[in-house]
C-alpha cells in the first residue's frame, strides 16, 4: 500500500536516491525560505513549489535529474509532476531529512 502511495505521488520507491547524487542530481527543497532556512540538505537548492513553475528553464538548462524534497513529501510529490510534465528528469525525495539519511 505505502508504495502505492508513493507511486501516486511521484514517489521513489526503486529509484537509487544515491547513485543520482553521486551522478550529479540537483536537490530542490520546495518548502517555503523560513522552513529552508531551520535546516535543509547542503547542496540543496530552495525554490518554494508555489515558484517551481518560474524556475522550469533554469532548471532544463541544467541538463541534471531533480529529486525534490519538502516537509512531508506531499509539496515536493506536487514539484516533481509539475517538472515531469516539463519533460525534466525528475524523482520526488519526499521529506528532507529522510532524504538526507538515504543519500547520506
Known amino acids: 500500500m505505502i508504495d502505492f502511495l508513493?507511486?501516486?505521488l511521484g514517489?521513489?520507491?526503486n529509484a537509487d536516491l544515491k547513485k543520482m547524487m553521486a551522478d550529479g542530481a540537483l536537490i530542490v527543497d520546495v518548502?517555503?525560505?523560513?522552513e529552508y532556512k531551520s535546516g535543509h540538505i547542503t547542496g540543496a537548492v530552495n525554490i518554494p513549489l508555489d515558484s517551481v513553475n518560474q524556475h522550469i528553464n533554469e532548471l532544463r538548462s541544467k541538463?541534471?535529474?531533480i529529486?525534490?524534497?519538502?516537509?512531508?513529501?506531499?509539496?515536493s510529490g506536487m514539484a516533481?509532476?509539475?517538472l515531469s510534465n516539463a519533460g525534466i528528469?525528475?524523482?520526488?525525495?519526499?521529506?528532507?531529512n529522510v532524504l538526507q539519511q538515504q543519500i547520506g
Do not use: M, V
Not at 518548502?31 to 523560513?34: F, L, Q
Not at 529529486?67 to 509539496?75: A, D, E, V, Y
Not at 528528469?89 to 528532507?96: H, I, R, S
Open 6 to 8: 508513493k507511486k501516486l
Open 11 to 13: 514517489g521513489t520507491a
Open 31 to 34: 518548502r517555503t525560505p523560513a
Open 63 to 65: 541538463h541534471k535529474t
Open 67 to 75: 529529486i525534490t524534497c519538502c516537509r512531508s513529501g506531499n509539496r
Open 80 to 82: 516533481k509532476a509539475i
Open 89 to 96: 528528469d525528475c524523482y520526488n525525495g519526499g521529506a528532507w
